[in-house]
């Protein structure tokens, strides 16, 4: 086992005298004491010299401020009372907002609505910044039943999509043009599913031509899909039944396609993409400009990517690029730099003569420039490290996150975009933590969010050149100030390597009053898939601190599959293994930890969500002397009943290798049990279904096993609806906690319901 240097500690902390101060669950969970304040989404404007901000008083009032990037200075742009409506006294509250290519006119979202995941339906109004005026589009249509406005390239037009057809809408007159009329039921355009959604990031789906003529769009038809239906129990006497249109593993996909309308003749020509609309997928479509529309289309196996361009004006298709890998594709990376939602656009180089793309060929994440009309494949990144993900690119440099050195850390590097420069650090090297950047268009500024194992997140709008400070956005004074009163953890980074031979980062967040002679129990928490990454250098967050106050230690370690910066090879592993492969890695990391003097092996606990609720099931299955206690909230217990997208990328499709899927799943090793075990499931999870919970439930019952189970009425897949519901449940995890791996074996500290703490 090799031990890492200690990184992460907060300076301003650190030269602070704490006050011994112990915290409660109501400390977490009622008032404002630690409350981590984040950044208000920006947007870039006049070239990256400005932005804008939205800010609000205490009154709720929103004030919109153009934000001078050199200086940092502001200036007010839009008053409240140029947000209220004409016969309102009330202000629209905006939600979000787009401005248009000249940046004479603001398109306001508001009053919105949600659709599958997230709230994209609502009302939309557009502000004239020269005249003042306020105007709402589609006021024929009900309220909160538009989606994706936005406005055509010379501003005289607004386009949106209402239910599940594309209109346009003159921003003068008024008139309302209807261009599809084929969508409604299971028939959509101009957006998608909830697979498409959720598993590819789509959710705008239609694009104007720069000329203005014409829209390209998706059409998907959700007409084979299944329905799943969730039960609402508590809003009558009554269950209503809540129907979701869901494909689960090994069903087919929607059937989809793009189309072109002319918005003169109302017509739609199909894009004549070759293989079945049914067994391929679109996750990405864009106007390169006025002729030519770039088309991203993938196999269901998602192992072959092909990216077509098509000429509108000609008629002609041509295959510019096509990517293989035997395990699967990544159209959007999965890395704690990416998670913002986009519309998977393909970057664009070289005044529109060539593209970027990220692929794995090498045994490496790399950028490569690709040139549209020779197919030239030029590496910009090269080395023995992954990129994680994109950041922007200048007309002369690629600006990216990585952490060559580190997987648990995340630094800017840039390189030159004509291949011949190497690798150069932007971040200062003296910095730790987990960086991200949103650049400025031209390069030259940046908003720099940081944070590290005991520092909250704060932001600061740099200049790029020499990462000065310009103004100081976000600095979580407040936070850090109630920070500094608290008895705080030691945290380190360590590398432990299994009998399997592998490197596994770990980070381990010691009991306050850490006293090396003692032991304490341990509690592990996991995720284990390929979507999140959890022993990185990012503030460990308040119910940690309260259990290393309590005497745990808290153990994060990140196996084979999850996306580390470890190569491909590294990540990719898991193809066709999740629930084998990843829980070997864990267990037999977990083994190594263990052996640290302090680490105590007969009290242990594993704890996850989502895909570490998965885990935790399947490590408490299937090495039950491992571990006494799990607790496991909205686990997929048995990968059949997930989304095909997600479960067929990683899991390939269960009619060709069903005894993969039946090896990883908790169910099939559930008769194992040992320990103790809690599960805990929104029914209105429309995520990991409701359904997963009675699957793993029947099959402990079945076997006689004795377990405990919570159920969160109508909650989804995170459980934060309804008043109380996150003091509830974390007070219910660190109850049950205490009470099966108590901290001594005479004293056990247990969180009451009101949420003080008393010793019995």
Request: glycine residues 6%; aromatic residues 10%.
């Amino acid at each position: 086992m090799r031990t890492l240097i200690v990184i992460g500690l907060n300076l301003l902390l650190a030269s602070l005298p704490a006050q011994n101060k112990t915290i409660t669950i109501d400390d977490l969970y009622t008032g404002s004491t630690f409350y981590e304040e984040r950044q208000s989404p920006i947007k870039w404007i006049h070239g990256g010299s400005a932005y804008v901000t939205i800010e609000t008083n205490q009154y709720g009032r929103q004030f919109i401020f153009e934000n001078q990037s050199e200086y940092g200075s502001k200036t007010l742009l839009i008053s409240p009372d140029q947000l209220t409506p004409e016969h309102s006294d009330n202000p629209l509250f905006i939600e979000d907002y787009t401005f248009s290519e000249d940046e004479t006119k603001l398109l306001l979202f508001t009053n919105s609505q949600r659709v599958w995941r997230a709230n994209t339906r609502g009302d939309y109004w557009v502000l004239d910044l020269k005249t003042k005026a306020l105007k709402q589009l589609g006021e024929k249509f009900p309220p909160s039943s538009l989606l994706f406005a936005k406005f055509s390239s010379d501003n005289s037009q607004v386009s949106y999509v209402h239910d599940m057809n594309i209109y346009v809408e003159d921003f003068d007159s008024g008139a309302v043009e209807q261009l599809t009329t084929s969508g409604g039921g299971d028939i959509i355009n101009g957006t998608f599913d909830w697979a498409y959604e959720e598993e590819f990031n789509c959710r705008d789906g239609f694009r104007w031509n720069p000329d203005g003529k014409s829209i390209a769009y998706w059409n998907i038809d959700a007409s084979s899909i299944g329905t799943f239906y969730m039960i609402n129990n508590t809003d009558d006497v009554y269950s209503r039944p809540i129907p979701l249109r869901y494909p689960k593993a090994g069903d087919d996909p929607s059937a989809a396609k793009v189309g072109i309308v002319d918005l003169k003749s109302k017509k739609t020509h199909w894009i004549p993409l070759p293989g079945d609309h049914v067994q391929n997928y679109i996750p990405g479509m864009q106007w390169i400009d006025e002729e030519r529309l770039l088309i991203q289309q993938i196999n269901r196996h998602q192992n072959r990517l092909r990216i077509y361009v098509f000429h509108a004006r000609s008629k002609k298709l041509e295959m510019v690029y096509e990517e293989y890998e035997d395990t699967w594709v990544d159209i959007k990376v999965p890395d704690i730099t990416a998670r913002e939602r986009g519309e998977n656009l393909v970057r664009l180089i070289d005044n529109n003569r060539a593209f970027l793309r990220m692929n794995e060929i090498d045994g490496w994440r790399h950028v490569y420039k690709i040139d549209f009309k020779s197919g030239k494949k030029t590496l910009l990144t090269e080395g023995d490290y992954d990129v994680a993900s994109i950041v922007v690119n200048t007309k002369d440099h690629l600006y990216f996150h990585a952490s060559p050195e580190n997987s648990t850390q995340r630094f800017l590097y840039r390189v030159p975009l004509d291949g011949s420069g190497k690798l150069e650090r932007v971040s200062p090297d003296n910095m730790i933590g987990i960086n991200l950047y949103k650049m400025s268009p031209d390069g030259k500024y940046a908003l720099h969010t940081n944070s590290a194992t005991r520092k909250p997140s704060t932001v600061d709008l740099i200049k790029i050149t020499d990462h000065s400070t310009v103004k100081n956005l976000v600095t979580n004074e407040h936070f850090i100030s109630n920070l500094a009163e608290l008895e705080m953890p030691e945290v380190s980074f360590t590398e432990v390597q299994t009998p399997s031979g592998q490197n596994i980062d770990v980070r381990i967040i010691k009991p306050t009053n850490f006293d090396p002679n003692q032991k304490y129990p341990v509690l592990f928490h996991v995720y284990g898939e390929p979507w999140s990454q959890m022993a990185t250098d990012h503030f460990i967050g308040m119910w940690n601190i309260l259990l290393a106050q309590q005497g745990y230690v808290i153990v994060d370690l990140d196996n084979r599959g999850t996306p580390c910066l470890k190569g491909s090879e590294w990540r990719k592993s898991i193809y066709k293994k999740i629930g084998v492969l990843n829980v070997l890695d864990m267990a037999e990391a977990t083994q190594e930890v263990l052996k640290i003097e302090y680490m105590d092996a007969n009290r242990t606990a594993v704890w996850g969500w989502s895909g570490g609720g998965s885990s935790t099931l399947n490590l408490l299955f299937q090495y039950p002397d491992l571990y006494g206690t799990g607790i496991a909230v909205a686990p997929v217990s048995d990968f059949r009943i997930y989304d095909n997208i997600y479960q067929e990328r990683y899991m390939g499709l269960p009619q060709e290798n069903m005894e993969d899927y039946i090896a990883g799943a908790a169910t099939s090793h559930a008769k194992n049990l040992k320990g103790n075990l809690l599960i805990v499931h929104g029914t209105g999870d429309d995520n990991v279904h409701y359904q997963s919970l009675e699957l793993v439930a029947n099959e402990l019952i079945k076997h006689n096993k004795q377990f405990d189970m919570m159920a969160y009425p109508n909650r989804a897949h995170g459980i934060r609806e309804g008043k109380n519901t996150r003091r509830h449940l974390y007070t219910l995890l660190t109850n049950y906690l205490n009470e099966h791996v108590p901290v001594n074996d005479h004293v056990v500290t247990k969180v009451l319901k009101h949420g003080k703490t008393s010793e019995q």
